[in-house]
């Protein structure tokens, strides 16, 4: 569906807020924590595939927060550099793939920098709801705290900042609190904020099935060797360098493989580990799960080797 | 579907997509909320084989398939073979060789691919936990085998797969059929109330038959009564297959294998499915969907071939199951 940019607002040096309007009638339905996908081409000919949390609806437009990442392919600095208000971009239909799901007792969002767009529809649900819920809002620095209009309503005893640069991170165990029926915790943020989240919640008790998480950001670490990936049902060996995904070597090898978001959210691309020591950065196995196995479209291995049973 | 309970939504569904979604299958997505992840996830769907399916495909010793009986109601079964035995010689096409003298001729699916052509397959090992799913049509059937023309495949995920090694097959058991009925026996109670691993065969008019995989820990499936079973049903692919199929007609076909007894539980039945029910157990794993399954039709079979099975483990991803 093809949608107009009819406005594009400033927060802060990084982020670049998009005001998105459908071609030719209303937005389709979207629930809190939905994002949409970009398609989009750069002058210079590249074609880009960006997903972007919907932060809310205005006007009958949706809004949709661009933060310029300097790493990655660069699809964010094309947005921010080569778009303007009047430009056309093609959208997918919203992706509701990281539903709210909210507390009978509590529900606690923790956002880290950009991470704070999906929170801010579900903060907004959970207020309307009158459910008892609480913010985190982490950003290195003040400036990086953006959308402030959006949190600022919800009241000082819903929303919490914390800026890591003069405070350090907040104690994650305190933030989040210990366990009891009912409650819910979704974050959204950097995968290494996410893994910490993880083990927090889970040192107090927490079921995983009531931790729930959206990642973004790049996954391959500046440490990572090439790896030589061993598929023992395939009978194929794979030399996988940094910065390409384990999964997309296969794809691109035409091996039999299944697979999702290539996000490291739905474990779809599931493979069970024969050898090696894999480098888990997918937000959505368990202990148990990992023990067995990884999500090859995010995670790495220590190497050189890694066997799959593929 | 009248034009007037199609939503407006669905004008804007074309835009991003081919057409890889009939009616129900739609329906279906928007209960769930899964229109936009469907479609992402539907590029995995194509016309033809993909290359290293091919292979896959040919090591394999079992293929489940889906067929459809004369009055049009779905079946699922299994058919197991020498590995080898099933072939994909190009990427249109995939064969089954299983001669005559090898098949149980109570079988339904010889019966109901002799009358109506729609045949869904998924190949699926289990010691792997890898699956592939191709749909399409009879070409060939004769005492050999027969061929099937591929109309749409694609691979999928192996959550909920139970992890079964098959040390050994000989084709020399005697088929037999042992008992069928309208409402469930003992025997077959306890076969269900046993299971990890079912199989289901649904039909959709224009595009055919699908066979798909269910699996669980034993006693996800619940006999609520010797006619009605209850299944939860987990977050998958989000394309509903065969909930689509279901949502149109509600005609199903369970096949339970029964591993260590060598035995196919068959059963034909109408399915309902439940959105947003209340799971205070967490038993569907988050989705709060289950279905329901109304049985009119069992058949009990022995497998034609002997069957060595070595269960190896559960899924890793089965959600707790009630009790």
């Known amino acids: ?310 | 579907m009248t034009n007037a309970a199609k939503p407006a939504a669905s004008l804007g569904e074309r835009s991003m997509t081919t057409s890889v979604y009939h009616d129900g299958e739609r329906a279906v997505q928007r209960s769930a909320g899964e229109v936009g992840i469907a479609d992402r996830n539907g590029v995995v769907i194509a016309d033809t084989i993909l290359g290293g399916a091919r292979p896959f495909i040919g090591k394999q010793s079992m293929v489940v398939l889906a067929s459809v009986d004369a009055d049009g109601a779905p079946w699922s079964t299994v058919l197991f073979g020498q590995p080898g035995f099933a072939h994909a010689d190009s990427a249109a096409q995939v064969t089954v060789d299983l001669p005559a003298a090898l098949r149980d001729p109570e079988e339904p699916f010889w019966r109901n691919v002799a009358a109506n052509p729609a045949v869904g397959t998924l190949f699926i090992e289990l010691g792997s936990r890898r699956r592939y799913r191709i749909n399409g049509a009879l070409e060939r059937l004769d005492d050999g085998g027969f061929d099937l023309a591929v109309r749409e495949a694609y691979p999928n995920c192996p959550k909920y797969i139970q992890r079964r090694q098959l040390r050994r097959i000989e084709g020399d058991a005697a088929p037999a059929l042992l008992g069928e009925g309208r409402a469930l026996d003992e025997d077959a109670r306890a076969i269900v109330r046993r299971a990890d691993t079912v199989f289901v065969a649904s039909h959709h008019q224009e595009r055919g038959a699908d066979a798909s995989h269910r699996g669980g820990s034993p006693g996800f499936i619940q006999v609520a009564s010797d006619i009605l079973l209850r299944i939860p049903d987990y977050s998958g692919n989000s394309l509903f297959n065969t909930f689509g199929n279901l949502t149109l007609d509600p005609r199903v076909g369970l096949c339970i294998p029964d591993f260590e007894g060598q035995r196919l539980l068959q059963l034909s039945g109408r399915a309902r499915i439940l959105h947003g029910q209340d799971d205070p157990h967490g038993l569907t794993g988050g989705t709060g969907r289950f279905w329901e399954v109304a049985i009119e039709r069992w058949l009990l079979r022995r497998a034609p071939q002997r069957l060595d099975w070595e269960y190896l483990d559960a899924s890793p991803f089965n959600p707790a199951v009630e009790g």
């Open chain 1, 1 to 310: 569906m093809r949608y107009l940019i009819d406005a594009i607002i400033r927060h802060g040096p990084v982020v670049k807020e998009f005001r998105l309007a459908p071609e030719g009638g209303a937005p389709p339905p979207w629930q809190p924590g939905a994002h949409i996908e970009l398609h989009f081409t750069s002058r210079a000919g590249a074609s880009h595939r960006n997903a972007y949390s919907v932060v809310g609806e205005q006007r009958g437009m949706l809004r949709i927060a661009v933060q310029r990442e300097e790493g990655g392919r660069g699809g964010s600095r094309v947005l921010h550099d080569e778009f303007e208000p009047g430009m056309m971009l093609e959208v997918s239909l919203p992706l509701n793939a990281f539903k709210l799901h909210a507390g009978r007792t509590r529900t606690v969002l923790v956002a880290g920098g950009i991470g704070i767009t999906p929170m801010l529809p579900m903060a907004r649900a959970l207020d309307a709801a009158g459910a008892s819920y609480r913010l985190h809002y982490l950003a290195r620095d003040a400036e990086r705290l953006v959308l402030a209009d959006d949190w600022t309503g919800l009241g000082p005893e819903r929303v919490q900042t914390h800026v890591t640069a003069t405070q350090g991170r907040p104690d994650l165990a305190c933030l989040i609190g210990p366990w009891e029926e009912g409650c819910e915790l979704h974050a959204c943020g950097p995968s290494l904020l996410l893994e910490a989240i993880r083990a927090a919640a889970a040192a107090q008790g927490w079921p995983q099935q009531h931790v729930r998480f959206e990642s973004f950001g790049v996954r391959a670490h500046d440490e990572d060797s090439p790896l030589q990936v061993i598929l023992r049902q395939t009978g194929m060996t794979l030399d996988v360098a940094p910065g390409k995904s384990i999964l997309d070597a296969m794809i691109e090898a035409d091996v039999f493989v299944s697979y999702e978001c290539k996000r490291g959210e739905c474990g779809n691309c599931y493979a069970g580990v024969v050898s090696g020591e894999p480098l888990h950065r997918d937000v959505c196995l368990n202990a148990q799960q990992r023990a067995m196995g990884m999500t090859p479209c995010v995670s790495w291995a220590r190497g050189p080797l890694l066997e799959l049973d593929l």
